[in-house]
């Protein structure tokens, strides 16, 4: 519904002539806050898993990656179907251990970098050892 009409009406001409006549509707008061209510369930996997055969949710153990917003108990939504980039937060397997870091790729190596000053970057001596289990997406922090 238009209110203001970019097409005004003609004026008929001469000074005493009547203004023409205008009529539109002009809504006036309180606009009812029910017209954007959403009654329909919230699907998170819809909003926050692009495929969920290869998605999962893991649990987050240690600070190391406080400086990137996810915190000891967070939960993580990790999409095994990416592709880790330069800068992507991982979850890497290195010597048979899980870990979480950011991943960077150097003219100097690959290194996991902890995004926490009190943690240390840890750098891959051999590509080989190096297995990225999947790309984090998200993370679940409770407030």
């Known amino acids: ?33 029910a017209q954007d209510y959403y009654d329909a369930g919230i699907d998170l996997n819809r909003h926050l898993i692009r495929d969920a055969t ?14 990137a917003g996810i915190s000891d108990g967070d939960e993580i939504i990790v999409d095994r179907s990416l592709t880790p980039k330069d800068g992507s937060v991982v979850v890497a397997v290195l010597n048979g251990e899980l870990t979480i870091r ?7 190596g690959i290194y996991l970098h902890a995004d926490s000053p009190g943690s240390t970057d840890i750098r891959v001596p051999d590509p080989a050892e190096l297995s990225v289990w999947g790309v984090v997406t998200r993370c679940l922090h409770h407030v």
């Open 102 to 108: 950011r991943l960077l790729l150097t003219g100097q």
């Open 1 to 33: 519904m238009a209110v203001f009409s970019s097409n005004p009406s003609p004026r008929s001409g001469g000074n005493d002539a009547a203004p023409a006549n205008r009529s539109s509707t002009l809504p006036a008061g309180f606009a009812s806050p």
């Open 54 to 67: 290869s998605t999962f949710i893991m649990r987050v153990s240690g600070d190391a990656m406080d400086g």
